[in-house]
C-alpha cells in the first residue's frame, strides 16, 4: 500500500484507493477532459489530453491510444503518473497511478473500439489498450469560479506591469494568445519528491511575451506552496473546439510586487494536437 494512502491529499481532502460505482459510470462518456501527467526521458512533467481514459475497476484505470505521442512513450519508461477527469457537470477528480501494460488485442480493446466515437470512425480506430493501477484519488470536487474569474483578471492587469524576457521565440503568437483567453482550460504539472507527478486544473495564466506566463494562485493556493522556485512546470492548455498546446520551463516563485502571482519562464514547446504530435520548441532539425 502507497505511503500516501490514506494521509491527506489536495485541499485537505482524505486520499482514497477505490472508486465508487458511481464513480466509475462518470468516468465512462468520451465527452469529458481526462488529463494524463507523464514524466518524459528527463523525467521532467509533460501533460496530454485522453479523453478515452476510464475505469476497469474500482482499483484500475485504462485508457485507448488512436495516436502517437511522447505520453505514450513516456509511461513504458517511466509508469508513474498522476491524472485528472473533468466530466459536464462540472465534477473533477484528482489522483495518481502506475501504468503496468499495454495490449492490441483482448476484451479492452475491442471495448473501446465498439464506441461510438471510434466504431464509426474510417479514418482511425483504438490500435492500442493501456491499463493503470489506481494509487490514490481524490474528488469529486467543485470548480472555484469566483477564484478562476479573480485570477483572469488579476493576470491580465498585472501583465503590463512584468518585464518582458530578451532571447528567441519560445511561443508563436498564436500560442500567446490561446494560453491568454479566458475560455482556454489550463492545467498544470510539476514533479513531487517522491517521483509522482501532480496537477492542478483550471489555473489561470497569461503570456506576458513569447517567454513568460503569469499563473494566478487564487485557485488551490494551499497546493501551490509546495511549488519552489527553480522547479520545472508544465502547462497544457485546452479549449472546447479540442486545440490545446503544451509548454514548459523553470517557476520563478511568486512575487508580492506581482500581487502575488508567479511568474514561469519558458524553455520549451509541444504541439499536442493529431495528425503530427511532436516538439515545436527548442525547434528540430529536419530529416
Not at 43 to 50: A, C, F, K, M, V
Not at 182 to 192: G, M, Q
Request: with cysteine; charged share 25%.
Amino acid at each position: 500500500m502507497p505511503a500516501h494512502y490514506g494521509g491527506l491529499g489536495p485541499g485537505g481532502r482524505m486520499l482514497r484507493r477505490d472508486l465508487s460505482a458511481e464513480e466509475m459510470q462518470a468516468f465512462e462518456p468520451d465527452n469529458k477532459v481526462g488529463i494524463l501527467a507523464t514524466l518524459d526521458e528527463g523525467d521532467l512533467p509533460h501533460l496530454s489530453l485522453i479523453t478515452t481514459l476510464r475505469a476497469k475497476g474500482p482499483r484500475q484505470l485504462m485508457w485507448g491510444q488512436f495516436c502517437e505521442g511522447a505520453s505514450k512513450a513516456n509511461v513504458e519508461r517511466r509508469p508513474k503518473t498522476a491524472f485528472c477527469v473533468m466530466t459536464l457537470d462540472r465534477r473533477i477528480w484528482r489522483g495518481r497511478a502506475r501504468w503496468t501494460d499495454k495490449q492490441g488485442h483482448g476484451e479492452d480493446y475491442e471495448r473501446f473500439n465498439q464506441a461510438p466515437m471510434f466504431r464509426y470512425n474510417a479514418y482511425f480506430g483504438i490500435h492500442t489498450a493501456h491499463h493503470m493501477e489506481l494509487e490514490s484519488l481524490t474528488g469529486p470536487e467543485s470548480i472555484n469560479l469566483a477564484g478562476l474569474g479573480a485570477g483572469l483578471l488579476l493576470s491580465a492587469a498585472i501583465k503590463r506591469f512584468t518585464p518582458s524576457a530578451s532571447g528567441e521565440a519560445v511561443m508563436n503568437s498564436w500560442t500567446r494568445r490561446f494560453l491568454s483567453r479566458p475560455d482556454t482550460l489550463t492545467f498544470l504539472s510539476w514533479v513531487e519528491a517522491d517521483g509522482y507527478p501532480t496537477i492542478l486544473p483550471l489555473v489561470p495564466t497569461t503570456a506576458v511575451d513569447s517567454r513568460r506566463l503569469l499563473i494566478a494562485p487564487w485557485v488551490y493556493r494551499a497546493e501551490f506552496q509546495r511549488l519552489e522556485a527553480g522547479k520545472a512546470l508544465c502547462v497544457f492548455g485546452l479549449n472546447l473546439a479540442m486545440e490545446s498546446v503544451c509548454v514548459r520551463g523553470i517557476f520563478r516563485g511568486f512575487s508580492k510586487k506581482r500581487f502575488g502571482c508567479g511568474l514561469l519562464d519558458l524553455d520549451w514547446a509541444y504541439n499536442s494536437m493529431p495528425p503530427k504530435q511532436g516538439r515545436i520548441y527548442p525547434p528540430q532539425a529536419l530529416e
